[in-house]
């Protein structure tokens, strides 16, 4: 069966872009956040978040090379399934590792986490749509 217009054609990948945009956005902008005041990124790990396995000071490192790096793939549509998958991996994490999300006064941020949870998903699921770097990559290897 063909792409059925609109959907397939046009509001189908408009909708992936627009996901993985605002997904990547949020992701970034927190992680530039950590990079401008380093100290403080350190203290956050320290004495608010609970990350498990992982020192505070690695899992500082670790969770703003993810913010920077991973939301730049998702937005450009390049190793697009896994940049989602990695950011929803860490997201849970993140969500796990913040106990103030299960505060009636973090509810609010949970509820975010779990929207943006439910985008990556969808990105993971679907791929990056055809307005992606992905799209023509992919094109290109299955005529090798």
């Not at 396995?53 to 998702?74: D, H, K, W």
């Amino acid at each position: 069966m063909g792409d059925c217009w609109p959907l397939d054609s046009f509001l189908k990948p408009l909708t992936l872009l627009g996901f993985r945009l605002y997904v990547a956005w949020a992701f970034f902008a927190s992680g530039l956040t950590k990079v401008q005041s380093w100290s403080s990124t350190l203290s956050l790990f320290e004495d608010e978040y609970v990350v498990p396995i992982l020192s505070p000071e690695l899992a500082a490192y670790l969770g703003t090379a993810a913010e920077l790096v991973l939301p730049v793939l998702l937005a450009v549509g390049l190793l697009t399934r896994p940049a989602a998958l990695g950011l929803f991996v860490f997201n849970i994490v993140a969500v796990i590792s913040y106990p103030y999300l299960f505060t009636i006064e973090g509810a609010g941020g949970f509820w975010q986490h779990v929207v943006w949870g439910a985008m990556l998903w969808t990105v993971f699921v679907f791929g990056p749509g055809k307005w992606s770097l992905d799209f023509p990559l992919s094109r290109r290897l299955s005529r090798d």
